[in-house]
């Protein structure tokens, strides 16, 4: 049976839940200290206007997706690497990805392949800070256990930097927040609105964008009634830092905009779509969470992270991947670049979709992979990337990139151009210490 209910780290799924929602009483936006995001928007840095109506999916796969067994294969390779899944061909000649996501290869040309992706860091939680944000965790770094980010997210760069479209916030994350999403010295104006529900539940519903219990129906309209019942508003407002006392009834009104919003209330109702979409997209967490994403940008969010548990196959690795874990991505991938498509909307939304790093070449005793940073695949589609191309080479075992290798930095600095943020502009600290936005990344041109 897989054993792969548990993080090597001794987190089980369900820790993992419970530890992210520990953000509420950090910096896990709630509504009413999310909303002071408009007043920092034009905070630093040049816009590219022609650009900026972009929107983001950040689809992570959290533990470590094994992508030498699903898009750079090695089928000539020894059988203590190769692994028992076949190469086959995609709908763009020339391009294989693994047999086990046959609809996937049926929308190469609406994605493109990074295969040489590196970086240094093959510990859970510094590589997921790394990846996430695009700075590696220098000393003093608690391993990711708690919401502590060393430095701001790429979603909260994205809020920070541009802003809420309407009443409907500007980044968004489901079915939870990871403990590296969030705003770091940004403050509260730019940490994510967190659903913390899952969309494949049959009464799933966002609760902060229910009216209290005590508060009828009919008094939706009444603002000044409603106010004064939401009281986890103010609570939360309390809670974040550098919020001022005097600010605080003004970010708890504007969360009450928030909650009678007709925008926002469409864009978090996954029960308008139909039975046949949420069927192609999948009736589980990944998928659902994939089609709320596109319900999301579609409605105006800027930034939405999407994460997906458990990658972590160090146990049973074939055999998870092929009942459980790559079924659904399947399902989720093909469906939300085609949806995307479908509806004019993959030029305007950039989808990444990547784990913290990828597992081993060789094969472990337990019939599993471990964990291997030194080189692994990205996925990367719309917004303004070519599809149906494959950028860099992995050597003959994917052990190390064999040519134009790339990092988290250029993955960052690749996002931020294709929203019309400069990578190479300034953030500051609240001691007004400079930070640039990337740390030297590069655009990855073959792409874009």
């Not at 630093?44 to 294969?73: A, C, N, P, Q, W």
């Not at 990805?97 to 609406?110: E, F, H, N, P, Y």
């Not at 469906?335 to 472990?364: C, Q, W, Y």
């Not at 589609?381 to 990139?401: L, N």
Request: proline share 6%; charged share 20%.
């Amino acid at each position: 049976m897989p054993k792969n209910n548990r993080y090597c780290d001794g987190l089980t799924r369900r820790d993992f839940v419970r530890v992210g929602g520990l953000g509420a009483l950090g910096m896990n936006l709630s509504l009413a200290n999310l909303l002071e995001t408009e007043a920092m928007a034009k905070a630093g840095g040049s816009i590219d206007t022609s650009r900026s109506d972009v929107s983001f999916i950040y689809v992570f796969l959290k533990g470590g997706l094994s992508t030498i067994d699903t898009f750079d294969m090695k089928p000539d390779a020894t059988e203590a690497i190769r692994g028992p899944f076949k190469p086959m061909s995609t709908n763009v000649p020339g391009i294989q990805i693994c047999d086990q996501l046959s609809r996937t290869a049926g929308v190469m040309d609406k994605f493109s392949l990074v295969r040489s992706f590196t970086h240094r860091n093959a510990g859970h939680g510094p590589a997921d800070h790394y990846m996430l944000t695009g700075y590696h965790p220098t000393a003093g770094f608690d391993g990711g256990l708690k919401p502590n980010n060393q430095h701001p997210s790429v979603g909260s760069v994205i809020a920070h930097k541009l802003g809420p479209r309407g009443s409907i916030p500007p980044y968004v994350c489901l079915p939870a927040m990871h403990n590296s999403a969030s705003s770091a010295y940004l403050g509260p104006n730019a940490v994510p609105f967190t659903i913390e529900a899952d969309p494949a539940s049959p009464g799933f519903a966002v609760p902060d964008m229910q009216p209290p219990m005590s508060v009828d129906a009919g008094r939706l309209d009444d603002r000044r009634a409603l106010l004064g019942k939401v009281d986890r508003f103010q609570k939360s407002a309390e809670q974040a830092a550098n919020s001022g006392a005097q600010q605080l009834g003004v970010f708890a009104q504007r969360a009450t905009d928030l909650m009678t919003s007709a925008q926002a209330k469409k864009a978090f109702n996954i029960h308008a779509e139909s039975a046949k979409l949420r069927d192609a997209y999948g009736r589980n967490t990944l998928g659902q969470s994939c089609l709320m994403a596109r319900r999301l940008v579609e409605g105006g969010v800027r930034c939405v992270t999407v994460e997906h548990a458990n990658w972590d196959t160090h146990y049973y690795n074939f055999q998870t991947l092929q009942e459980d874990l790559l079924p659904k991505l399947d399902l989720a991938m093909s469906a939300l670049f085609s949806d995307l498509s479908d509806r004019g909307m993959l030029k305007k939304t950039l989808v990444v979709v990547t784990g913290e790093f990828g597992r081993t070449p060789k094969i472990n005793k337990d019939a599993g992979r471990d964990h291997w940073s030194r080189c692994f695949t990205v996925l990367m589609g719309g917004g303004g990337i070519h599809g149906g191309r494959v950028v860099g080479t992995s050597d003959k075992w994917a052990q190390d990139p064999a040519d134009n290798p790339y990092g988290p930095e250029d993955m960052c600095a690749t996002i931020y151009h294709l929203l019309g943020i400069n990578p190479h502009s300034e953030m500051h600290t609240p001691e007004g210490r400079p930070v640039m936005l990337t740390n030297n990344g590069r655009v990855i041109k073959e792409l874009v």
